[in-house]
């Protein structure tokens, strides 16, 4: 069955400093991979997408990668500041009409 | 722009009730509108897809008539929980996407959900 796993571990870092997010995938070959951030209580907010012919993708301090072949995508938000500590999420079209599966979203906590 | 809105965000309602939640488009048409529900610390499971004017689609595993799904006009879908019992609390999220379409890769636009809790 498709497979989608984040870590599920909180992820920690220093206010300033890069985090790296890590999305992979089994048993599947999407055609685009998106990224979203949900805060507590909240509805998911769109980040960035990347199709997969495409091996970057920047927006602003966000940065995607989309490896096909290692079946991963990772994120990465550069000089982190508190307001980014949130859950992200990755999903992957599962063909036609635009319906997704998610993983389970990584917590990033960026400490001042 | 590509503004969703759900409602209710909040339900409390003694078990054996129907609750109805709404998902209205703002800003754009959708003739495709997603059900999610998600429960704490855990992923968004998709529940079902909602289709203007035709009959929803539902995952494996999720009962079509405890769910009712109705999606009657290019800017509104409804999620009609029947007779909720307190393993139905859960967070329910909708979404939907301006120009749907069968090769279509655009970005989802999220309610804010609907807190469901049943006692």
């Known amino acids: 069955s498709q497979k989608i796993e984040q870590n599920s571990e909180a992820l920690n870092i220093q206010e300033g400093k890069t985090a790296t997010l890590t999305c992979n995938y089994t048993?599947?070959?999407?055609?685009?991979l998106q990224w979203y951030r949900q805060d507590p209580g909240r509805g998911p907010v769109f980040l960035l997408l990347i199709r997969e012919n495409e091996k970057e993708k920047r927006k602003e301090r966000l940065k995607v990668t989309f490896d096909t072949t290692l079946k991963q995508s990772l994120f990465h938000i550069t000089a982190s500041q508190p307001a980014d500590s949130a859950t992200y999420l990755c999903?992957?079209?599962?063909?036609?009409?635009?319906?997704?599966?998610f993983g389970a979203g990584t917590r990033l906590a960026v400490h001042p | 722009g590509a503004v969703v809105s759900q409602h209710p965000s909040w339900v409390i309602c003694k078990s054996g009730t129907s609750v109805k939640i709404e998902c209205r488009s703002l800003?754009?048409?959708?003739?495709?509108m997603f059900w999610y529900r998600q429960f704490p610390k855990q992923s968004l499971m998709l529940m079902a897809t909602?289709?203007?004017?035709?009959?929803?689609?539902?995952e494996q595993g999720v009962e079509k008539d405890k769910f009712l799904i109705n999606h009657a006009s290019l800017t509104l879908s409804t999620l009609t929980v029947t007779s909720a019992h307190p393993e139905d609390s859960s967070f329910y999220i909708c979404?939907?996407?301006?120009?749907?379409?069968?090769?279509?890769?655009?970005?989802?636009?999220f309610g804010d959900g609907t807190r469901l809790s049943i006692l």
């Open positions: 979404s939907a996407s301006p120009g749907q379409g069968t090769h279509s890769n655009q970005p989802q636009h």
């Open positions: 048993n599947y070959s999407p055609a685009y």
């Open positions: 999903a992957l079209d599962v063909g036609g009409y635009n319906k997704l599966i």
């Open positions: 800003d754009f048409q959708a003739t495709t």
């Open positions: 909602s289709n203007e004017g035709s009959k929803a689609t539902y």
